[in-house]
């Protein structure tokens, strides 16, 4: 190979280095959020609840996918026992891969708030690791579900989905 062969190619892996930097990798400040929504209804549990219970679940994928913060709003719903982040497709029943409220932190107050990590992941349903989990929810394969005493295996549900920015 001649030098200026060698300088090509070099030059070539680095800007394909650079590139694969730019599009693989989220900034190092962590940039903007990934932002995803789940609309609650009963209409969407499986099967289908008849409650005037509703809901709006809010989660931000952040800090460079090292944690995701919630905001879960529920109207219309009493005695909540639980309320998860669940995997599965939309009309399928899945496990709960994170917890987002359970009864012995004390009543339910909506809205209810806080931050997940890989401390808090539950590994299931195929998922080993939290990156797993935020590959389900980016894929659209979650759902958030409200459990109450009257409908334990859930009261109100929604598909996670991307909201665009």
Do not use: W
Request: with cysteine; aromatic share 8%.
């Amino acid at each position: 190979m001649t030098r200026k062969t060698v300088e090509i190619a070099l030059g070539f892996l680095s800007a394909v280095a650079a590139l694969a930097l730019v599009v693989g990798c989220p900034p190092a400040d962590g940039g903007e959020p990934d932002q995803f929504e789940a609309q609650l209804s009963g209409i969407y549990e499986v099967p289908p609840v008849t409650t005037a219970a509703s809901g709006v679940a809010e989660i931000d994928i952040e800090d460079g996918d090292q944690a995701i913060t919630y905001r879960l709003e529920a109207q219309n719903i009493t005695n909540v026992v639980a309320a998860h982040i669940h995997v599965g497709p939309e009309g399928v029943n899945g496990p709960i891969i994170f917890f987002l409220f359970d009864v012995v932190e004390g009543p339910f107050v909506s809205p209810v708030t806080g931050t997940l990590t890989a401390a808090d992941f539950i590994p299931a349903g195929g998922l080993a690791t939290f990156e797993d989990a935020l590959a389900a929810i980016r894929a659209g394969n979650t759902y958030v579900n409200i459990h109450t005493l009257a409908n334990p295996m859930g009261e109100i549900r929604g598909q996670l989905f991307e909201v665009a920015n």
